[in-house]
């Protein structure tokens, strides 16, 4: 396997700059021969009220290769979002009466054991439910014991991408994490960050490497990506992205980042190399529908869209 590059050493803080030419010389897993070759992505959350999240994740994932996609949501809204994206599987999990997801795993049981990368997180709509999801999600895990999980993930199971109100629930849950310890990537905002560091953000480069320390995990934040000490020895720690447009803030924009990279996981790439190029195409994309169309008023879908082209781009 052709080394990682670590030419292009950034700032004063050290991060290694992730350009285009580094990105040709480090590429994705081939297409292979099949969809089956590609890996596969489940996707849980998509409340009642905010399906589109899980869409969006969905066909990004999609977009970036993986070659099975699976839509875990609430019942309420399965087969509206198995019509809206007929390429998927839509599962219907149990609710409450306001629409959010419960934490019932027995219908996705076979779901979570054959996928290559599980993506939690985006449109769950109640803090204290997407906890228990994952407390509930991580029992089971603990529970195996023969260690059956996703192919592509690593030892014990799929890679596991939390996003949204999963990402608030990592605190809690910080002393059951071991099932998923090496095997988590993590797409916070400042906010979430913040969150997850129990106090404000103040230098964003070292706050992210406590963060990546704190829970074995590589994180994907505003255009930096850090991977705990010894994940992956032969690859720099902190990396920054060189492209993006402030269009990038707008709805949906970060379940389609979160959808990419769990995408290029599923595919075979390592946790960090699918956060670098995942988190470089979304702020790429960006760029060219903001040449295209304006800094402003680009949709989060169409960011999706441009992901294709931007890998054949790239040399994939």
């Avoid at 700032?11 to 089956?36: C, F, I, M, N, Q």
């Avoid at 449109?123 to 089971?140: K, V």
Wanted: proline share 7%; charged share 20%.
């Amino acid at each position: 396997m052709r080394e990682t590059p670590v030419s292009g050493r950034g700032d004063s803080a050290g991060a290694t700059l992730v350009t285009p030419s580094l990105l040709r010389e480090w590429p994705l897993p081939a297409p292979g021969e099949d969809k089956y070759s590609r890996g596969s992505v489940l996707v849980v959350g998509g409340a009642r009220s905010t399906p589109g999240a899980a869409l969006l994740a969905g066909v990004s994932a999609l977009r970036a290769g993986a070659g099975k996609l699976t839509l875990a949501v609430a019942e309420s809204v399965a087969v509206q979002l198995g019509v809206a994206m007929p390429e998927c599987g839509s599962i219907g999990l149990p609710e409450t009466p306001e629409g959010s997801v419960m934490p019932d795993l027995d219908r996705i049981s076979s779901y979570l054991d054959g996928a290559d990368t599980l993506l939690v997180g985006p449109g769950l709509d109640d803090p204290d439910l997407a906890g228990e999801l994952m407390a509930a999600m991580l029992t089971r895990e603990a529970g195996n014991d023969d260690g059956s999980g996703g192919g592509r993930g690593g030892a014990g199971g799929p890679a596991v991408v939390l996003d949204a109100y999963a990402l608030g629930a990592l605190v809690p849950l910080e002393d059951q994490l071991g099932p998923w310890r090496g095997r988590l990537i993590l797409t916070p905002n400042a906010t979430e960050a913040a969150i997850l560091l129990e106090r404000d953000v103040d230098n964003l480069g070292k706050d992210l490497a406590e963060i990546s320390a704190r829970f074995d995990a590589v994180v994907s934040c505003q255009g930096l990506i850090s991977q705990p000490p010894g994940l992956d020895p032969d690859v720099p720690e902190l990396w920054e992205i060189t492209t993006g447009h402030g269009g990038l803030g707008t709805s949906g924009s970060g379940d389609v980042l979160a959808g990419a990279i769990a995408g290029l996981r599923a595919r075979g790439t390592s946790s960090t190399q699918a956060a670098c190029w995942g988190t470089h195409m979304h702020a790429a994309a960006a760029d060219r529908l903001a040449s295209r169309l304006g800094p402003l008023g680009f949709l989060a879908r169409e960011l999706a869209d441009e992901l294709p082209a931007l890998m054949l781009e790239l040399g994939t």
